[in-house]
């Protein structure tokens, strides 16, 4: 079946700095979504972005589906940013999810 | 417009016992995904119900099993438990089965 791989696993920040989240999926996809796990286990929807670039805020993302992989932007830190980091793809009526980065940003 | 949710929040069950727990879509979605989440891992995809019907299922065996009624709200029923079926347990409801997922709070079993 599909694989969903997200680098890196861990990533410890100062508020304040940026970083990237990437995910890389072995197959074509039908789509692709971002989530963000909070520590109580909510997992809160960030963007469907099967191909393209998206942006809400400080965070966007950019799927490009012909390389297989999805980048997620995370700009000007903040402490509730903190939290596991999700990507899922669907493929063949099934949703993968990768395994997460957990973010930590330190005050 | 009300949001997906949950019932019960925590749940305790013995070896062998059956657990059925409940999911309520957001208003308009008639597709619902239910999935499984273990400590520290990510969710993996149980199954989805799409208009009342099974479209998708992972790879659990068939004691689980679901139902989707025509308000579009859902049930996961786990028979004959096993300590490993110890985990977090998301729904998550979208417009149609390729559409964005927005998921509930969870239910919490814990099998002893």
């Known amino acids: 079946g599909i694989q969903v791989e997200q680098s890196p696993p861990d990533l410890i920040l100062q508020e304040g700095a940026n970083s990237t989240l990437r995910c890389n999926f072995s197959d074509s996809v039908n789509n692709l979504q971002w989530f963000h796990q909070n520590p109580w286990g909510q997992l809160i929807n960030l963007f469907y972005?099967?191909?393209g670039t998206k942006q809400n805020g400080r965070l966007s993302a950019t799927t490009v589906a012909t390389e297989r992989y999805s980048l997620l932007y995370i700009s000007s830190s903040q402490t509730t940013d903190s939290g596991v980091y999700f990507c899922a793809v669907n493929r063949d009526d099934k949703i993968i999810f990768g395994k997460g980065t957990r973010l930590h940003i330190l005050p | 417009e009300t949001g997906v949710t949950q019932s019960p929040t925590h749940l305790i069950k013995t070896r062998g016992q059956q657990v059925t727990l409940r999911c309520s879509s957001q208003s308009g979605h008639n597709t619902v995904s239910w999935y499984q989440q273990a400590l520290g891992q990510g969710p993996q995809f149980i199954f989805q119900?799409?208009?009342?019907?099974?479209?998708g299922r992972g790879n659990f065996p068939p004691r689980f099993s679901g139902l989707q009624f025509p308000n579009y709200s859902s049930e996961l029923n786990v028979n004959a438990l096993e300590l490993d079926d110890s985990a977090l347990y998301l729904c998550?409801?979208?417009?149609?089965?390729?559409?964005?997922?927005?998921f509930g709070p969870g239910t919490r079993l814990t099998v002893l």
């Open positions: 119900y799409y208009r009342e019907e099974e479209n």
């Open positions: 998550a409801s979208s417009l149609d089965n390729t559409d964005t997922q927005y």
């Open positions: 972005i099967p191909s």
